[in-house]
C-alpha cells in the first residue's frame, strides 16, 4: 500500500515507513502498482488519475460531520492522526487544530514563517530583515529583527502553549518551531498516520 | 504652533486641536507660518524643508539613550505620549510597546490588519476572504474566515492583554481593534501629545 499527498507542486509518498519528495510534473502514476491511497489539493492531477483503478481518494473515508466542509484535506488528515491533542502544521501557513477525546474542536490559521516575513518586507525597507530564531520570546524586543520576530512568534505561540493540550507538531518548519514550546512532539510523517488511521477505520465499517 | 507627521504618501497636520491630512504632493510647506514641528520618514521632504527656518525636526529633542536607533519615530513619539502603559499603534503594522514610569521597556511589531489578509490571500484562493470581526476570539474556528480571524488577531489580542497595563490604541485600525480589548481608551491624536510633550521637556532644558 502506497499513501499519497499530492499538492500543487509536489507529490509526497509514503510507503513501508519511506517516504520521498517528487515534483508533480516528474511523476507517473503508472509507476505505482497496488492499492494508492492519496489526498489531493491538485485538480489537475485527480483529472489525470481518475479512471486509475488502484487510486483511491482518502476524502471518501472521512466524517465530515465533524469537520467543515472548507476544511483542508491536510489539516482533516492530521486531526485523525490525534485522538486528543493540539496539532500545528507549520507549512507554507500554519494551521492550529484541536482534538478533545477523538472529536475536532476547532483551530484556526496564521501565516507560515516565510509568508509573514515576505508581508513585513512588504511593508517597508526597515522591515526587510530575518526573524531571529535565538530571541527570547517572553521579553520585549529592543531591535528591529526581534521586533519581528517577537511580534508574530510570541503571540502564537502562547496562544497554543494556553491551549492545554498535548502538543503534535508537523511539517517543514515543525523542528524549528519546537525550541519555542516547553514540550512537543515532532511528528513528521502524521498526515500519512492519520491517512492510515482513517482507511483502517473505513475498511473496518 | 502646527505639529506635522510627514509620511511617503501623507502629510498629518495639527494646529490648534485640529487635525487635518494631506497627499503629500498637494502640500505646499510655504503655506505654514509660525513654528512648525516635524517627525518625517520622507527623505524627499526632508530635502525640501532643509533651508526652513520655521521648521523644527523633532527628532532632535529625542532622548536617544531610551530607544533603540532603529526604532520608528512615529513608535518613539507614542511612547513619549505615555508614562506607563501598553500603545498600541494599529496601522499598516501593528506596533505594540511598553512604557513603565516614564522607561521604554521594548516592544513588538505585528502585521497590519490589511497586510495580514493580504499575506493570507497570496497563499491560497482558499485564503482570500475578509476578517470577520463580529467573531468571538475566545473559541476556535469552524469555517475559513473565522480561522484566519481568531488566528491572526487571538494570539495578538491575548498577548497585548497579557502585558498587564493601561491599554493605549491609535492608529487607523484603533477603533476597530478597540472592541476586542476588555478595557482600552482609543487616543486619535497620540503621535501629537507625545511630540507636544517631547518639544515642551525639550524647551524647558
Keep these: 500500500m502506497t499513501l499519497c499527498d499530492i499538492g500543487n507542486t509536489t507529490v509526497d509518498l509514503f510507503s513501508e515507513g519511506v517516504r520521498?519528495?517528487?515534483?508533480?510534473?516528474?511523476?507517473?502514476?503508472?509507476?505505482?502498482?497496488g492499492a494508492v491511497y492519496y489526498v489531493s489539493v491538485n485538480l489537475a492531477f485527480n483529472e489525470k488519475i481518475r479512471d486509475y483503478r488502484n487510486w483511491y481518494d482518502?476524502?471518501?473515508f472521512i466524517d465530515w460531520d465533524k469537520y467543515y466542509s472548507t476544511m483542508g484535506i491536510d489539516r482533516i488528515m492530521v486531526c485523525e492522526a490525534v485522538f486528543d491533542g493540539v496539532i500545528v502544521d507549520a507549512g507554507s501557513a500554519i494551521t492550529?487544530?484541536?482534538m478533545d477525546v477523538g472529536v475536532y474542536q476547532g483551530g484556526f490559521i496564521s501565516l507560515g514563517l516565510r509568508s509573514a516575513q515576505e508581508?513585513?518586507?512588504?511593508?517597508?525597507?526597515?522591515?526587510?530583515?530575518?526573524?531571529n530564531f535565538e530571541v527570547d520570546l517572553t521579553i520585549m524586543a529592543q531591535n528591529t529583527p526581534d521586533a519581528l520576530t517577537v511580534g508574530f512568534l510570541a503571540p502564537l505561540i502562547e496562544k497554543i502553549e494556553?491551549?492545554?493540550k498535548p502538543l503534535y507538531l508537523t511539517g517543514g518548519d515543525?523542528?524549528?518551531l519546537?525550541?519555542?514550546f516547553t514540550?512537543?512532539?515532532v511528528e513528521e510523517d502524521l498526515i500519512f498516520s492519520g491517512m492510515k488511521k482513517l482507511i483502517e477505520k473505513g475498511s473496518k465499517c
Design 162 to 164: 494556553g491551549l492545554g
Design 183 to 185: 514540550e512537543a512532539r
Design 178 to 180: 519546537s525550541r519555542f
Design 20 to 33: 520521498s519528495k517528487l515534483d508533480v510534473h516528474d511523476f507517473n502514476p503508472d509507476t505505482l502498482s
Design 119 to 131: 508581508a513585513y518586507a512588504r511593508l517597508s525597507p526597515a522591515l526587510d530583515v530575518s526573524f
Design 58 to 60: 482518502v476524502r471518501e
Design 174 to 176: 515543525a523542528r524549528l
Design 96 to 98: 492550529v487544530d484541536v
